[in-house]
């Protein structure tokens, strides 16, 4: 079964009100600031305990599969096939362990990211006080001597409101990235 | 008339090469493999990752073949060509193809040895694998993609030859990464007791622990870990495949069969390591599982090996970081003309091990790896396939 993202829903529902735009993109703001500085440990407690952070596979298909770009043609690798990331709240503790350790080569020396976020799309989430929320983001990494990397790509959060800081937890985040191959050594950086 | 490709193909050649191909399944289930490269100025007859096909067209002219990759139509053939075309003539490039154990292996030499001998003494260690079921195997969909600045021979040698690293520094996080809450790396035991497997030909290697399933388990988990060790299935394993040892017992292995095929058997990666010039790969990873495996097993496997062995895996990506600095540091005059230390287990290896055929030594060795470096040695320097094939 093919994961479902309606981008027509997104295209046609109004836009919510300034502030609360204003409240969800300075939320993702905040977080890449968190992440841009290897606040490891605070970007984690915005995860919420269900979390799914899941990054499909992306093939080149043509375009007889599908008629339009849509995450219900195969294009995209489905929910129970392989993909770049697919985690709940304990394989992203593993991972946070990991960072957190003095011995995480492929993060260590830290790589110097850019998280970029913008076209911001707010809709209302199917259970109260969630969110759904599409974005796009430019991720820059640059490691060590002189590699650099540059990731594009979509994401689809479902937001809950929260008791902290921020005002929310991430409860699933989606990312399509714009890459078929990666073109970078590892992903040893969140998004 | 339907048919399934892949291009380009998951391959193993003898050849390094950047040749895309076309892998198309015939109605006959058996299997073609053709250079991905229109006859006529040389575009792409396929641009689809997969599918299915009736025929390849060229988007470019419109020459067209059919799924075993005949030319059988050439646009305006009898005002252009004035029938003067031979179109049996000019198909694309067939390879050899044979497979072993649900692996397809192309080759483009007619000279070239059969797959069979090709293999040399190393099958029983790919069938620890390969053959644990009469079902056979399948792959999870969906295939990883990604480059590295590196030459491919560090990757493979390094799934051909070298536990040591997972066992001493590079994955030491890897394994924290999976490693109960409660507990830490201080209470961990890297094992020591296994073997390597030199191949008496061909530069193929493999090495395992025995008995020992710390590694396994800090990859795999317990679920895993019990399934490929412990559980009735791994028993009927044994049984298929005439031993405890190789059904049940080896653990954490890891192979590459020469020159850019490699897999971990228990975790179930497999990858081709192809080369894009000297200093880049592109891996292709997939994950395998025994098409009769139950379907938590598999989605165990899935998501496991997301987590470990794959571009944004726990322990993988600290694979391309070493990788890609001893690439970088080979730059140097210097650095490139300083011998490098690859003695471990030198003199160690016996063919007389009571328990695994071949060429034996310890689980931490460079024996396989001073066969591969000597294969390529060979394959670069033998006039021709009279010196450098096996001895029957």
């Known amino acids: 079964m093919a994961f479902h993202i309606d981008i027509n829903q997104l295209v046609s529902t109004p836009a919510p009100d300034l502030a609360l735009q204003h409240e969800v993109e300075q939320f993702y703001y905040r977080e890449a600031l968190l992440l841009d500085n290897i606040q490891y440990e605070d970007w984690f407690g915005l995860l919420d305990d269900d979390i799914h952070y899941f990054m499909p596979i992306r093939r080149n298909r043509m375009q007889r599969y599908g008629k339009v770009r849509s995450t219900d043609v195969p294009e995209y690798t489905s929910e129970h096939e392989f993909a770049h990331f697919d985690e709940d709240k304990a394989t992203m503790t593993g991972r946070l362990r990991k960072l957190l350790s003095d011995y995480s080569w492929s993060e260590n020396p830290a790589s110097r990211t850019r998280h970029t976020v913008s076209n911001v799309i707010i809709t209302p989430g199917e259970e109260n006080g969630t969110l759904n929320v599409c974005s796009s983001f430019i991720v820059y990494r640059n490691r060590l001597e002189t590699q650099v990397d540059l990731f594009a790509g979509e994401r689809h959060d479902i937001l809950r409101r929260a008791d902290n800081t921020l005002g929310f937890k991430i409860a699933k985040r989606t990312i399509l990235i714009d890459q078929s191959t990666i073109l970078s050594n590892n992903l040893s950086i969140f998004f | ?392």
Request: net charge negative.
């Open chain 2, 1 to 392: 008339m339907k048919a399934t490709f892949l291009t380009p193909v998951i391959s193993s050649t003898p050849i390094v090469g950047e040749d895309p191909v076309i892998m198309v399944r015939q109605k006959d289930s058996s299997i073609r493999v053709f250079l991905n490269q229109c006859r006529h100025r040389g575009m792409k007859l396929s641009r689809d990752d997969a599918g299915n096909a009736k025929a390849f067209v060229c988007t470019y002219h419109g020459w067209a073949h059919d799924i075993s990759g005949q030319l059988i139509d050439v646009p305006f053939e009898e005002q252009g060509h004035c029938n003067g075309l031979d179109k049996s003539e000019w198909s694309p490039l067939q390879a050899r193809v044979d497979t072993y154990r649900g692996l397809v292996f192309a080759n483009w030499d007619e000279e070239a040895p059969s797959l069979d001998d090709y293999l040399s003494d190393s099958k029983p260690y790919i069938d620890v694998m390969f053959n644990r079921s009469e079902a056979g195997t399948e792959a999870i969909g969906g295939i990883q993609k990604w480059v590295i600045p590196t030459n491919w021979k560090f990757a493979a040698e390094q799934f051909c030859s070298d536990m040591y690293h997972a066992g001493t520094m590079s994955h030491l996080s890897g394994i924290e990464a999976g490693l109960p809450t409660d507990v830490n790396l201080n209470n961990v035991d890297i094992p020591t007791n296994g073997n390597q497997f030199r191949a008496k030909w061909g530069g193929h290697g493999t090495g395992y622990y025995v008995d020992q399933p710390g590694l396994l388990a800090a990859i795999m988990g317990p679920k895993i870990t019990d399934y490929v060790t412990a559980s009735p299935r791994a028993e009927a394993a044994s049984k298929r495949l005439g031993s405890d040892l190789f059904g049940q017992r080896m653990m954490g292995q890891h192979m590459t069969i020469f020159p850019t095929c490699s897999f971990l058997p228990g975790v179930n990666t497999i990858r081709t390591w192809h080369p894009r010039g000297p200093g880049e790969i592109e891996v292709w990873a997939f994950i395998v599982v025994e098409s009769d495996a139950p379907d938590h097993i598999k989605e165990e496997f899935r998501k496991q090996n997301i987590r470990t062995f794959s571009a944004g895996g726990v322990f993988e990506q600290d694979d391309g970081e070493n990788w890609i600095e001893v690439q970088k540091v080979f730059k140097g005059n210097k650095a490139r003309k300083t011998k490098l230390n690859v003695q471990m287990g030198l003199g160690q290896s016996t063919t007389e091990h009571p328990d695994f055929p071949g060429r034996i030594s310890g689980v931490y060795s460079e024996d396989a790896a001073r066969g591969l470096y000597q294969h390529w040695l060979r394959m670069m320097t033998e006039p021709s396939w009279d010196t450098l094939k096996p001895s029957s």
